[in-house]
Structures are given as structure tokens and as C-alpha cells.
């Protein structure tokens, strides 16, 4: 079980896609408020992430999707492409990556969409599916309308 702070937005559900489709497919998260979260995770016996005194968490310029590639050895071309982009959103550095603005527009309507917080993981675990697809297979693909014509009318 893994554990961190309510609400989840960029990086909080980040992290759970990047352990359920690379660490753990069977990984259960807890959500808790602000005020317990340095407590009601370790009473459960869950793994801490995005919390400030985490061991998974933000280091230097990188957020916590960072420091789980880095930490439990996930790198490749993909992820790292991914990376960029959830950095740029959850660190509002928007301008490391044109994606990070639609980005954290698609990840903040999540957060307004859905009231619970295992209801939003589970609508964003598609989100990121979608863009980690982008980055293994379409990011030399270009919007190909109107095919080569000009537009009468």
C-alpha cells in the first residue's frame, strides 16, 4: 500500500500510474488530508510518496515521478520523455515542454470531475496511458487535416 496527501492533481497521479504499470500492478493507494498525512500512512503500513518529508518524493529541479525512475531503476527513452512533461506540469515550468499546459489542463478537469479520490486515480490512469503512448509511438506524428488542400468556403 502506498500513501499521500488528498486531492490528487500532476504527480499524485503520476506516481500511482507509473508503480501500478511498472512496479506493481496489484498497488493499493491512500489518500488522506493534509493535516494526517505525516501519521495515517504509517499507521496503515503504507509506502509515503509527494509528501514533503518522504524519502519519495521532490529532489532538487525534479518532482516525485522523478525520483521513483530514478529509484526503483525505470529509465528508458519513453519514460524519460514522460518525465519531462509531468515535471514541467506539477513544477509549473510549463515552458520544458509544449504537452505540460494541456497536461495540467487534462489533470486539473480530473480533479473537478471527480469527487473521490480512488474514482480520479482510476479516470486518470487512462490520462497518462494516453501520453505515455504519445511518447513510445506518435511524437513524430502531426495533425494531418486538411490533407495537403486548401479549405474552399
Known sequence: ????RARP???????????RRFIDPDAAF?????????????AFGAAPFDIDSAFLS?????CTFDTIIEEFGLRSPVLDRLAVIVRAADTARLDLSPQAAGF???????????REDLQQLD???????????????????????????????
Open 123 to 153: 479516470a486518470g490512469m487512462m490520462l497518462y496511458d494516453a501520453f505515455y503512448r504519445w511518447c513510445r509511438d506518435a511524437v513524430e506524428e502531426t495533425h494531418n487535416w486538411p490533407a495537403g488542400q486548401q479549405r474552399q468556403g
Open 1 to 4: 500500500m502506498w500513501g499521500t
Open 104 to 114: 495540467l489542463a487534462a489533470s486539473l478537469g480530473l480533479s473537478r470531475m471527480y
Open 58 to 62: 521532490h529532489r532538487g529541479e525534479g
Open 9 to 19: 492533481k500532476v504527480d499524485h497521479i503520476a506516481c500511482p500510474w507509473l508503480i
Open 30 to 42: 491512500l489518500f488522506v488530508g493534509a493535516s494526517e498525512v505525516e501519521g495515517v500512512p504509517a
